[in-house]
Each structure stands twice: as structure tokens, then as C-alpha cells.
């Protein structure tokens, strides 16, 4: 009995994510490879499958695989942020958030993390929030990173959780105003000032 080619890219990304490199059902063996040539293939059928890009950059990133290239993999992943997948967003933002001697990329990381905070990444919520907290390469805004520390901590990220509730206990809270669809304002309180 044979496989879909959807079918096949669910049990590859089913392996990915648990983190085994190979899956033995029905004496058919998905490894590395097969998954790249699946999501090679789901590229071939569907050339806007930004999930399909995104992983397939992965592959070439991070595993080893027949043809695999750094190049390939780098502009597969910026392809993928550019048309708007949050996860190939955060993943970029934190690939260029690496200090390079010859290239500061501080800005570039910045701009596609803030994009994949617009579509709600949690991570992506969670580094913005420290980046906000310790002022790192922008001004320090204690509102602005309980604000995303709250969302993705709404969207189950421990990390987020902690980090929010340990303001909390230090006293600090906001208050979150939408003014109207483009403008925010976020004020924050501290408990020894009330």
C-alpha cells in the first residue's frame, strides 16, 4: 500500500520534530534524505509552500544530506521570512542575531524578528521581550517587554511565563490600550508608585 506524497511529508515531519532521523513502518525507511526529496517535491507541486521552504532550508542547514549547501539553505530560509512564514522569520532573525566580525546584522535581525512578533511567534515574542528588557541594540522599554513576555506567555512558552511573572512579583504591571487599528499604547505601573 502506498504512501501520498502528503502523507509521506506528515511522517517526515513527524520524525523531524521528535528528533529521530529514521522512521521504519511497513518496511519503508523515511530518512533525511527521503524528506528532502519530499519537501523538494512538495516545492515542485505548491511553489508559494512557505512551511515546505522553510523545512527544506532547515534540512540543508542543519543536516547532512546528498546536495546539501549552506548557500541553498541561507536563501531558501530568507525566501521563506520574506514571504511571510513567522517560523522562517524567527529562525532568521536568530541566525543574524549572531555577532559576525565582518557584518552587523543587528537591524536585519531586529526587522525579522518584529515580523514574526506581528504574526505572534511565541519565541520570536520571547526574545523581542528580552531584547526590550535588557536594551540590547534598542532603548530599554520595560512596558513593551512585559507586553510580549504576556503574549507568549498566553501562547505556552515557559520561558515567557517566568520571565513575566518574575515582573510581576517585582511589582510591575501594564496596562495594555488600543487607541485605534494602527496605534497602540502600553503603560506600565509599579506597585511602590500607586
Known amino acids: 500500500m ?39 517535491l512538495a516545492l515542485e507541486a505548491d511553489n508559494s509552500n512557505t512551511h515546505a521552504r522553510y523545512w527544506l532550508a532547515k534540512l540543508h542547514l542543519k543536516y ?3 546536495g546539501k549547501c549552506l548557500a541553498v539553505g541561507a536563501a531558501l530560509l530568507v525566501e521563506a521570512a520574506n514571504m511571510g512564514d513567522p517560523d522562517a522569520q524567527y529562525e532568521l ?8 566580525d565582518y557584518f552587523s546584522s543587528d537591524q536585519q535581525a531586529f526587522y525579522y524578528l518584529e515580523k514574526a512578533v506581528d504574526q505572534l511567534h ?46 510581576l512579583l517585582r511589582g510591575l504591571f501594564f496596562e495594555f490600550m488600543l487607541l485605534n487599528k494602527n496605534k497602540k499604547c502600553i503603560r506600565l505601573y509599579s506597585l511602590d508608585y500607586i
Open 2 to 40: 502506498g504512501y501520498s506524497w502528503f502523507a509521506k511529508i506528515a511522517l517526515v515531519l513527524l520524525c523531524l520534530l521528535s528528533g529521530v532521523v529514521m522512521v521504519l513502518k511497513k518496511n519503508v525507511s523515511f530518512s533525511v534524505e527521503t524528506a528532502k526529496e519530499n519537501f523538494e
Open 64 to 66: 547532512h544530506v546528498p
Open 93 to 100: 532573525g536568530c541566525r543574524l542575531r549572531v555577532e559576525h
Open 122 to 167: 511565541p519565541g520570536a515574542l520571547y526574545l523581542l521581550g528580552a531584547v526590550y528588557l535588557t536594551g540590547d541594540c534598542v532603548k530599554q522599554d520595560l512596558a513593551s517587554a512585559m507586553w510580549c513576555f504576556h503574549r507568549a506567555s498566553e501562547k505556552g512558552h515557559a520561558g515567557a511565563a517566568i520571565a513575566y511573572g518574575s515582573l
